[in-house]
Every structure is written in C-alpha cells, then in structure tokens.
C-alpha cells in the first residue's frame, strides 16, 4: 500500500490503483499526504487546494473527505480529525515523496561512502514516475512541484558525482542524457553530463552540450552561464576534445582533472 505523489496522485494496494474521483479530489488528499501523520487545518487544506476558494469551500471540503475516507475503506489508510483539522494516517515511508527525501538525506551523510550513495540515490530515483501532483491545478501544487523538482536534481547530481568519483562515466552519460534537455537551468546537471562525455572521450559533444545551454540562457534569460560551467567549458577546450589527445588514464582520474 503506497500513496504516490511523485507523478500522477495515485494510492496504490499491490498492483490496484485506488479510485481516487477528479482531480479536486486528488488535491485534498496530497494537501493531506505532503504531511501525512500530521494534522492540516481547515484554513490551510482549502489553501492548498484553492486559489480562490469558493463560498462553500469548507462544506466541499468536508464532501470530498468523506469520499476519500469511503475510497479508501479498504486500505490501511485513513483520514481522521485531529485538533481542528484533518490527518492521513499513514506510516510516512508509505508516501513516496517523504520516502524520496529521506533516501537522499540519508545519502548526504559524510559517513556515506560513495557505493552507498548511488544505491540510497538509485532507490529515491526509482520512486519518480514524472513531474510530482501531475494534473493538480492550483499555485499550492505548482510550488510543491517546484521544490520537489529542485530535491531531484540535486539527488541526480550527487549520484552522478558518486558514478564519476567510482570510474562510471557510461551509466552517468545514459541516465543524464535525457534528462538534462527537461531542466535547462540546472547547470550542475549539465555539468554532470559533460563531465561524463568527456571521461567517455566525447569531448565534442560535451562542448556542443555547453553550446546549447548558453544559447538557451541567452534566447530566454538574456544570461551567460555560471561561472563553474564555463571553467569547465575552458578546462575541456584546452584539454582537447578530440578522444586520441585527451589524458590518459581511468575515467575516474580524468573525472578528478576536469574537476580541480
């Protein structure tokens, strides 16, 4: 039994979706799962799932709770009163979101090893189906899924550190090759990859890779890259990107000179 919330809003037993009603609905129980265990006032559940509530906001409120808590009569979940609001009671491990953050905590901690971190970090990457509250309208929704966006590229880039640091340029490479065209401001991202094509021999490819960014910074920002991308930048085009004259040695070495 899960409550996903890094995609789609779906709860989940086995392999059966739980019938959840319209995306309305879906909301009341996000506001509710992004602090599952914990009670959420009225004032702030209408917050969350209204811009511009509605004059009946608490009486549609109340609705769609008791549809929710109907849905979800057969799941260990439940949605309860506690100290003038609701709670969902639900072992926060339950909820993908409070699972995800807490892998990548747990992957920051200095006694950590580098093994370890592309483990935990490969575990919280496997909890993402998509952009988090898919389908949620609403500001509420939309900030969540912003700060959810920004915990996932700041896990990606440190497991790809990890992958680097480890002589697995590849796995960086394959994994981060589709994904840094859909966070174009992520410049760590970006260099994550070009350091990975760049390990693999493919400096010409991480130097069009910088090309496309800083064009894109520049059509729709009106900005140069960050100062690190653009040492990079520098570091690969003195180095050579042609593979034959690039150092020799591990991937992991060559990942520490591009790096210093």
Not at 61 to 78: E, G, P
Not at 169 to 184: C, G, K, N, Q
Not at 199 to 208: K, M, T
Request: with cysteine; proline share 8%.
């Amino acid at each position: 039994m899960d409550v996903r919330l890094l995609g789609p809003v779906e709860v989940t037993v086995g392999d059966r979706r739980v019938p959840l009603g319209p995306p309305q609905r879906r909301a009341v129980l996000a506001a509710l799962a992004i602090d599952a265990g914990h009670p959420v006032s009225l004032h702030t559940l209408i917050e969350r799932v209204w811009d511009d509530p509605p004059d009946r906001a608490t009486d549609s409120l109340y609705a769609h709770i008791t549809r929710l808590r109907k849905a979800l009569a057969a799941t260990r979940i439940s949605i309860e009163r506690r100290n003038g609001g609701y709670a969902l009671e639900v072992d926060p491990e339950r909820v993908d979101a409070y699972r995800f953050r807490l892998l990548a905590k747990q992957a920051q901690l200095r006694a950590c090893d580098d093994f370890a971190r592309t483990r935990l970090l490969a575990e919280a990457m496997d909890l993402w189906r998509g952009a988090p509250l898919t389908g949620i309208p609403g500001e509420w929704a939309a900030r969540m899924r912003y700060g959810i966006e920004q915990q996932f590229v700041g896990a990606l880039v440190t497991w790809a550190q990890a992958h680097l640091s480890l002589g697995r340029p590849d796995i960086v490479v394959t994994e981060l090759t589709p994904l840094v065209p859909r966070y174009p401001l992520a410049e760590p991202l970006a260099s994550m990859l070009m350091r990975g094509l760049y390990a693999l021999g493919r400096g010409a490819e991480a130097v069009a890779l910088y090309a496309r960014l800083r064009r894109y910074l520049a059509d729709h920002l009106g900005i140069e890259p960050g100062p690190e991308l653009r040492a990079l930048h520098l570091t690969i085009l003195r180095a050579g990107t042609d593979p034959l004259t690039r150092p020799a040695g591990r991937p992991g070495l060559v990942y520490a000179q591009v790096t210093g």
